[in-house]
């Protein structure tokens, strides 16, 4: 197992599967040293790893709002905005990529 003495930051990004480490401890992929480990996940599990902090999903209008750049400003805008969130599962990254490829 590696040591390091500066400090360190390793993120474990969409850790969902928990299982997928069901053969091995999580720890022997852990270096040694002075560092800082961040697991996200959807996965209700994982808050056995270490401090939990639950964030909640955005709102329809946080959403579209997002989505659009800017507040919508017509109902059917509005609407429009709702169902491309909604097929996004009113994910901030998805909703922050298709926002900006409709202006390309």
């Known amino acids: ?11 474990f ?3 969902d599967s928990p299982g997928a ?4 401890n999580i720890r022997n992929y852990l ?8 697991f996200t996940s959807r996965h209700e599990d994982s808050s056995r790893l270490g401090y ?11 959403s579209v709002e997002l989505l659009l750049q800017r ?21 901030a990254l998805a909703l922050n990529q298709a926002g900006l490829y409709s202006y390309t």
């Not at 197992?1 to 993120?11: D, F, G």
């Not at 480490?21 to 091995?24: I, T």
């Not at 964030?55 to 946080?62: A, Q, V, W, Y």
């Not at 059917?76 to 994910?91: C, Q, Y």
């Open 1 to 11: 197992m590696k040591s390091w003495t500066e400090p360190w930051l390793i993120v």
């Open 13 to 15: 990004d969409n850790y």
């Open 21 to 24: 480490f069901a053969s091995r």
């Open 31 to 38: 270096p040694l040293g002075k560092g800082h480990i961040l």
């Open 52 to 62: 939990h902090i639950s964030i909640s999903g955005m709102t329809k209008d946080e």
């Open 71 to 91: 507040p919508a400003l017509t109902s059917e805008e509005r609407s429009k905005g709702v169902e491309v969130a909604s097929t996004l599962g009113f994910l």
